[in-house]
């Protein structure tokens, strides 16, 4: 029974708050999900990097691109940066290495019209795999900065 209680409190967390009191029980409102839901549909949200790089390519400019546009039409959302990597290196290089990436979309942003206040940044290294696996292709995913319409 706490197993079948458990996933439908998940698949409750995961899915858009509708009511009033599916957003209060799950901390947020439905207006939040609504606009992280726009987010998603109009903009993709996250770019990837290379090895050992915070460099941002012509692949992820693209993104930002579309990021920035859709910010400069939500001017009341802020978003946070959130910046990772792969299981190579030591966790402290990694902290240091998703931070440089998450300030580097950051900085794209900004230059894009985004007001720098409204973009906050948090790196988590390689503390929050999005594939698991020990090869590149799992790596090449996991080097990432993912951009999060936060709570306001």
Known sequence: MKKLLSLVCAVMALSACS?????????GSECESKLARDFMANAEDRVF???????????AAEVL??????LKSHDNVNVV???YCDERGTREYNLA??????NAV???????GVAANRISTISY????????GNNET?????RRAVTVVAAN
């Open 65 to 70: 691109n579309s990021q920035a546009k859709w």
């Open 138 to 142: 799992a790596w090449a995913q996991n």
């Open 97 to 102: 290495l998703g931070e440089r990436r998450a």
């Open 19 to 27: 009511t009033l009191s599916e957003s209060a029980l799950f901390g």
């Open 49 to 59: 990097f290379a090895f050992d790089s915070s460099a941002i390519s012509a692949d």
């Open 106 to 112: 950051k900085q794209y942003l900004v230059s894009k």
């Open 125 to 132: 290294g390689k503390e929050r795999p999005a594939v698991l």
């Open 81 to 83: 940066v959130q910046g």
